[in-house]
């Protein structure tokens, strides 16, 4: 097979590998990710991509059941607005349009979930609230969620889909497009594979991971100690058994992979929440006075007496 696949490009003609080398090497530019700095495909335009994200949350809030426990619901809206806050400065000061944001809890035990889709509309099955297990642990995932649409990582897919879907019809185009050897067809498939194990997954890997990042950073920033997100990834560990597809396969890190991660990001994080959490910003916020849920404590993850707060 492997010799079958050499011989296959050989057989390509000069104007056809110019042709193959510009497709590969073809980029729509390139944009650097916030808080972790790491180069990416320039995302789709967010004009052209949060009417999608819209368009796609009504239509998922149609087909699910909303959760009516009002303590579940305070509590994922007062953690995601703290968040949005912090996002929508950030995003101020990079120029973009703050998010409609939205907060949704599905009732739904068996999924342990949460999402967010560009644009800021968020939801968290009611089958997560008992591994986030407090409103430390709510914070750490809607870190997470928020993450991916700050950092515009659906764009970015969208871009990158867009750019794969170019360059696989160019390779096509190349080894005879229809009327292709069985050979020639093989390699082509054989580089469809390549470009989903090669690039799309760890791309995707790396943006759960720089999700991982961000998030940390947004919860410390909005003053959630992030010293609680190795903690849920253990009971997060714990609630699934640890199962899931081979690394090189999954799109998501594993969970031994993703507390190392948070572990050594930790100390940074923790001097933000630190700051967030001096007395000039604890005399801001209290000028606008504590926001105290169904559950009784405070918006800052405390109890009235200073206790940090352990159960959701």
Known sequence: MACALRQSFRQLSRPHL???????WLLPGCATEPVTGRWMIRPVAEAEILPLGSQAYQEMLKETKLSSNATQNDLVRRV??????????????????AFQWDFKVIQDDKTINAWCLPGGKVAFYTGILPVCDSELGVAVV??????????QHGGRRMAEQSLAGVTM??????????????TAKLAVAALGV?????????FSRGDESAADHIGLILMAEAGFDPREAP?????????????GPPKWLSTHPPPVD????LEKLLPSAVEIYERSRSPQNKASKAASGP???ASGRASDGTQPGGAQSEKA
């Open 142 to 151: 809607m870190g997470h969620e928020v993450a991916h649409a700050y950092a």
């Open 291 to 293: 926001q105290v849920g």
């Open 169 to 182: 019809q160019t390779i096509q185009t190349a080894f005879g497009g229809e009327g292709a050897s069985q």
């Open 258 to 261: 993703r507390i190392e991660n």
């Open 231 to 243: 903690r849920f990834w253990k009971r997060m560990m714990a609630a699934t058994g640890g199962d």
């Open 194 to 202: 390549g470009y989903q194990l090669g690039v799309q997954l760890p």
């Open 18 to 24: 110019w042709l193959l080398a510009m497709a590969l």
């Open 80 to 97: 995601g607005e703290r968040i949005a806050r912090v996002t929508d400065a950030r995003m101020a000061e990079e120029g973009r349009t």
